[in-house]
């Protein structure tokens, strides 16, 4: 962060406007990597600023950052459709730029809304395809786009080909050596959820969430550790007190923001509290009351 707030000094003093507004829009998306709540308020206030001082260009490459700002914001309230559309249209604007390290960052993130969001598995298979075709030789990219493969493999029951894939993202990673993108466990853990295997899918999560944890960063860590409360859960009722302590976790770290990582938290409370008997209390936590 010090070298983007350098960025925006400098930026001020020349008195240029664009740049600052670069500056600003590449510090509030590293801000929900580490403040998620304070940073989803200021992206909140910044946007229409920036839109319209990108605008003026127009500058495709400002855009394009508007828009992946836009959709982050859309994707941590679990709007994950409309998340899609924008990383889409910023995807256009990336092309338009030729920035090839934008597009792969939001080509990931096109994987994961074809994981995670509304899109058939067969359809999302394709589409992560086309993203690998259009990526190339880019190893981080490619990597998060199998991970998210190997997720809807899984979903149509093909655990083989899926583990295949994963292996084949591991590879690429292999190349870059420690990354920010080995702590992104949960394809991985979703494939052994899904084959039984809570145990293994612990596992995964648990060398994210610690990996996370020493970062000291909060953007993945309310769903990770959520995630591995689900997976503990699954292994018996002895490990309910820990898995409560990773639930408050992943409260504490989604600030009110990740709506998914709050959904899903209260949905584990809820079954915990339902099976020691305290019925009364399950249905008044439970995410579905909410509607």
């Given at each position: 962060m010090t070298t983007l707030d350098d960025a925006q000094r400098i930026a001020a003093a020349n008195d240029d406007e664009g740049q600052r507004a670069h500056a600003r829009a590449q510090a509030l998306m590293s801000g929900l990597e580490l403040v998620p709540h304070k940073a989803a308020e200021e992206i909140a206030?910044?946007?229409?600023?920036?839109?319209?001082?990108?605008?003026?260009?127009?500058?495709?490459?400002?855009?394009?950052?508007?828009?992946?700002?836009?959709?982050?914001?859309?994707?941590?309230?679990?709007?994950?459709?409309?998340?899609?559309?924008?990383?889409?249209?910023?995807?256009?604007?990336?092309r338009g730029a030729n920035d090839r390290r934008q597009l792969a960052e939001i080509l990931g993130w096109l994987a994961s809304a074809a994981l995670w969001g509304p899109t058939p598995?067969?359809?999302?298979?394709?589409?992560?395809?086309?993203?690998?075709?259009?990526?190339?030789?880019?190893?981080?990219?490619?990597?998060?786009?199998?991970?998210?493969?190997?997720g809807l493999y899984a979903m149509q029951d093909r655990v083989a080909i899926a583990q295949t894939t994963l292996s084949r993202a591991k590879s690429h990673l292999d190349i870059?050596?420690?990354?920010?993108?080995?702590?992104?466990?949960?394809?991985?853990?979703?494939?052994?959820?899904?084959?039984?295997?809570?145990?293994?899918?612990?596992?995964?999560?648990?060398l994210g969430y610690e990996s996370l944890s020493q970062m000291g960063e909060k953007g993945f860590l309310s769903i990770t550790a959520a995630l591995l409360a689900k997976a503990i859960i699954a292994q018996g009722k002895e490990r309910y007190a820990e898995a409560s302590q990773l639930i408050e976790i992943?409260?504490?770290?989604?600030?009110?923001?990740?709506?998914?990582?709050?959904?899903?938290?209260?949905?584990?409370?809820?079954?915990?509290?339902?099976?020691?008997?305290?019925?009364?209390?399950?249905?008044?936590?439970?995410?579905r009351r909410w509607r």
């Open positions: 206030q910044a946007l229409p600023g920036l839109r319209s001082q990108f605008a003026r260009g127009p500058d495709e490459l400002g855009l394009c950052r508007v828009l992946q700002l836009q959709a982050a914001m859309h994707w941590i309230h679990a709007r994950s459709a409309a998340a899609e559309e924008a990383w889409q249209r910023a995807a256009d604007y990336a598995a067969a359809e999302g298979i394709r589409r992560c395809q086309d993203y690998l075709d259009e990526i190339g030789n880019h190893p981080r990219g490619q990597a998060v786009i199998l991970w998210h493969m190997a870059l050596g420690p990354t920010m993108t080995a702590t992104e466990t949960q394809p991985a853990a979703f494939i052994a959820m899904l084959a039984g295997d809570p145990v293994t899918a612990e596992m995964h999560l648990r992943s409260r504490e770290a989604a600030g009110g923001e990740d709506l998914s990582a709050q959904i899903l938290g209260q949905g584990l409370s809820a079954r915990i509290l339902a099976d020691c008997g305290r019925h009364a209390e399950a249905w008044h936590s439970h995410p």
